[in-house]
């Protein structure tokens, strides 16, 4: 069964970046859409990105766009998500979540396999 890992995550302050990885043991990411989702204390769980099997189509929630940015290393069986300018706002788990097949959206319900999650807690 794919198990996904997640790391990177840290307390920044406003306007800091962080670099969040998305890490497959064992099975190959190739043919999964893979997803970025977030969920602050007391709210739902919101997509924030997503990206196709080949890297070629990514989609962004309109509240990350320009700031947060998605991509895949093949070779590394990683998926990251660069986050810039982070704000409060941004505060939250990361989850990173798995789906079989070409593409894949914003919708949690989507995805078939999720990661533990790693805290990113953007304070001063």
């Known amino acids: 069964q794919l198990q996904l890992v997640e790391s990177g995550g840290a307390l920044v302050q406003p306007g800091g970046s962080l670099r969040l990885s998305c890490a497959s043991s064992?099975?190959?990411?190739?043919?999964?859409?893979i997803g970025w989702f977030r969920q602050a204390p007391g709210k739902e769980r919101e997509g924030a990105s997503s990206?196709?099997?080949?890297?070629?189509?990514?989609n962004y929630a309109d509240s990350v766009k320009g700031r947060f940015t998605i991509s895949r290393d093949t070779a590394k069986n990683t998926v990251y998500l660069q986050v810039n300018n982070l704000k409060p706002d941004d505060t939250g788990v990361y989850y990173c979540a798995a789906k079989w097949g070409i593409l894949a959206g914003l919708r949690a319900h989507e995805y078939d396999y999720w990661g533990q999650g790693t805290q990113v807690t953007v304070s001063s």
């Open positions: 990206i196709s099997t080949t890297g070629e189509t990514t």
């Open positions: 064992g099975i190959s990411l190739d043919y999964y859409a």
